[in-house]
């Protein structure tokens, strides 16, 4: 079981940036995702959490409105679309999922309830 995140990079302030979660030996359709980030010194934070489905999202009061998580369930890959970016926004960001199918946590942004991870694409938005 893999996830891989790409679609990270350097970014000035204000720009756009998206993210993708591809999955191998796992089919990403019957879990949901959720994307992470570490900046440095910081602790891992959710920041944003799509079902199995599609139906259901969640976001980090900090990327409201300016992130856009999406699934393409036929391409095994789920997206993070980041428009408006800002310094505050660079961290490592990873893709991860629950070791259970059609679940999310009941708190999603709990770290510790994740048991597959991808090996993180670095954001970087210059001010």
């Known amino acids: 079981v893999q996830l891989q995140a790409s679609g990270g990079g350097l970014v000035q302030a204000g720009g756009s940036l998206r993210l993708s979660c591809a999955a191998s030996g796992f089919t990403l359709r019957y879990y949901a995702i959720c994307w992470f980030r570490q900046a440095p010194r910081k602790e891992r934070e959710g920041v944003s959490c799509?079902?199995?489905?599609?139906?259901?999202?969640y976001y980090a009061d900090s990327v409201k409105g300016r992130f856009t998580i999406s699934r393409d369930n036929a391409k095994n890959t789920v997206y993070l679309q980041m428009n408006s970016l800002k310094p505050e926004d660079t961290a490592v960001f990873y893709c991860?999922?629950?070791?259970?199918?059609?679940?999310?946590?009941?708190?999603?942004?709990?770290?510790?309830?994740?048991?597959?991870w991808g090996q993180g694409t670095l954001v970087t938005v210059s001010s």
């Open positions: 991860a999922a629950p070791g259970e199918r059609h679940w999310i946590p009941s708190v999603w942004a709990d770290v510790d309830e994740y048991r597959y």
């Open positions: 799509i079902s199995s489905s599609g139906r259901s999202t």
